[in-house]
């Protein structure tokens, strides 16, 4: 019997046994992106849902079978894909305008978006002022042909967020964006005559923000239906907090702890600890009334993707808090007993994989219970493995003993690129070029680089997923001379740079180059 009928013969009796089936119990190979950081010859200056269609072609040519997306619910100002403002609305601001039902002098206006697809990087306030008015303009002139349609009465009936939503954006755009709490405290609790009250004084506005999201929904579950057709999975990101600023924590507050907010505790990589300013959730009350929210924003990911990322799951087993006015270091652990941690992390596990199609892939890096990992394994749930923290005092791990239910990476949207891991952390790449029998130099050589990918592509995991620049960087002109300029985010720091990466090369250069489509092909062969 082979190690992958040891391990299929083991899944079929865990709790994730059809989520398995659903996939297949083999390797799989994938990429992950930003959306925003894709860009085609018709994008308007950010990536956009249905640029996912010719990267799913490229992703099937190449041998590939996932693409793993980083959030894309509707952000707040600062733009990160973490700290969304709703925890089921799409961001409107990836709709793809090219496929819209454009007249020929709409399409002309389309030229408006020329300057900003040409930065380097992109420029939010820019991408967002002009493309929302294309919206709002659209809006204006087509919306007359969706609002009696089955399809659109059918969206609004499903989705009994939208209202809210709505009127939310209604009354942020009315105080001028101000935060919900700084509002007139009349329109700081939401009930449902005020929902009624807004959405009779603001029909038109109502109307256009449901739109957008039809429009999203719309975009995304053609990716969804074309990928399931080319054999292609889409995996999601399901942020673990919401931000303190959304719709969520406006009209569903009972199912949240504001007393503290999450954080992280001081470690080599945050000496200060980390406070992200996120709330806690109050657990015992969406127990109460059987995780309505949690099911409803699983339901709405089920349009989108195939499987899902558990951010920071240790943060069901146990969360980091910190009081108002506290720094990090002074925080704690809830529930203050260890003894619950294990109970509370496999029940809330349970609810998901219970409540949902998708398949779930656990990110559970950093300080965690060793009891986690156990509940994971036991219940099926793939934990994550990145190459470079899988070392000791004996070495890096071989590939032949990484755990199989798990997926091997070589890095994550927070993590620096294997080329300025190399030359910041030479203790560490040393070691390595010890192993393989390299001599160590400050630049990491195309072919070194290439072995480390390949190496990712071999291990025991049966999940292979990694930031999709690291294979841009086999071609020279694909990335920056300064490897820094690859990195998309630097946790703990407000770097303008932070969430405005933009991949070089566009989808149809990329998925063009034969050269660049051989060289992945080797790698997971």
């Not at 190979?29 to 490229?58: M, N, R, V, W």
């Not at 942020?172 to 009930?191: E, H, I, R």
């Not at 790449?429 to 190496?455: N, V």
Request: net charge neutral; proline share 6%.
């Amino acid at each position: 019997m082979t190690s992958l009928d040891k391990i299929s013969q083991y899944l079929q009796h865990t709790a994730m046994n059809k989520h398995w089936n659903s996939i297949g119990i083999k390797h799989h190979h994938g990429i992950c992106i930003p959306l925003f950081s894709l860009k085609t010859t018709k994008s308007a200056g950010i990536g956009e849902y249905l640029d996912l269609i010719p990267l799913i072609d490229f992703c099937k040519e190449v041998g590939m079978n996932i693409i793993q997306l980083l959030p894309i619910n509707e952000t707040g100002p600062d733009n990160s894909p973490y700290n969304a403002i709703s925890s089921c609305a799409l961001d409107p601001v990836y709709i793809s305008l090219h496929q819209l039902p454009l007249t020929n002098t709409e399409k002309e206006k389309l030229s408006i978006f020329e300057v900003p697809s040409e930065y380097e990087r992109i420029s939010y306030m820019e991408v967002k002022e002009k493309k929302f008015d294309f919206l709002e303009a659209f809006f204006e002139s087509h919306f007359h042909k969706y609002e009696n349609t089955t399809q659109y009465k059918n969206f609004i009936a499903n989705h009994s967020w939208l209202k809210p939503y709505a009127v939310f954006r209604i009354l942020k755009d009315l105080f001028g964006q101000k935060k919900w709490k700084n509002w007139p405290k009349t329109y700081q609790n939401p009930s449902e005559s005020l929902l009624n009250e807004v959405s009779k004084k603001y029909p038109k506005k109502i109307n256009q923000y449901i739109f957008y999201q039809y429009l999203c929904f719309s975009q995304m579950m053609e990716v969804k239906e074309y990928a399931t057709n080319q054999k292609i999975f889409i995996k999601g990101d399901i942020p673990i907090l919401i931000s303190p600023d959304s719709v969520d924590l406006w009209y569903y507050r009972d199912q949240f702890n504001q007393s503290h907010t999450a954080g992280c505790p001081p470690d080599q990589f945050n000496p200060h600890g980390q406070n992200w300013g996120f709330p806690l959730f109050n657990w015992e009350e969406m127990k109460t009334n059987d995780y309505f929210w949690w099911k409803q924003r699983l339901k709405v990911a089920e349009n989108f993707y195939h499987l899902f990322r558990i951010d920071h799951a240790v943060g069901l087993f146990r969360i980091f808090a910190i009081l108002p006015n506290e720094t990090p270091a002074q925080g704690q652990f809830f529930p203050l007993n260890p003894f619950y941690w294990m109970q509370n992390g496999k029940e809330k596990l349970l609810m998901m994989i219970h409540n949902t199609s998708m398949f779930p892939i656990a990110e559970d890096l950093g300080l965690i219970p060793e009891g986690v990992y156990k509940i994971l394994k036991d219940l099926g749930i793939p934990g994550t493995k990145i190459m470079r923290f899988e070392i000791s005092k004996k070495g890096f791990k071989p590939i032949d003993e990484y755990e199989q239910i798990s997926m091997t990476c070589t890095g994550t949207h927070d993590l620096d690129t294997l080329s300025e891991w190399w030359m910041e952390e030479k203790r560490e790449a040393k070691i390595y070029c010890k192993e393989k029998e390299w001599h160590y130099s400050p630049q990491l050589t195309k072919k070194q680089l290439f072995s480390i990918l390949k190496s990712s592509h071999k291990t025991n995991s049966l999940f292979h997923i990694n930031p999709f620049q690291e294979y841009l960087a086999l071609i020279d002109e694909y990335v920056s001379d300064h490897p820094e300029e690859e990195r998309i985010n630097k946790p703990g720091t407000s770097l303008p740079t932070n969430w405005t990466y933009r991949f070089r090369p566009s989808i149809e250069e990329f998925s063009s180059n034969e050269k660049f489509k051989s060289y992945i092909k080797k790698l997971i062969s």
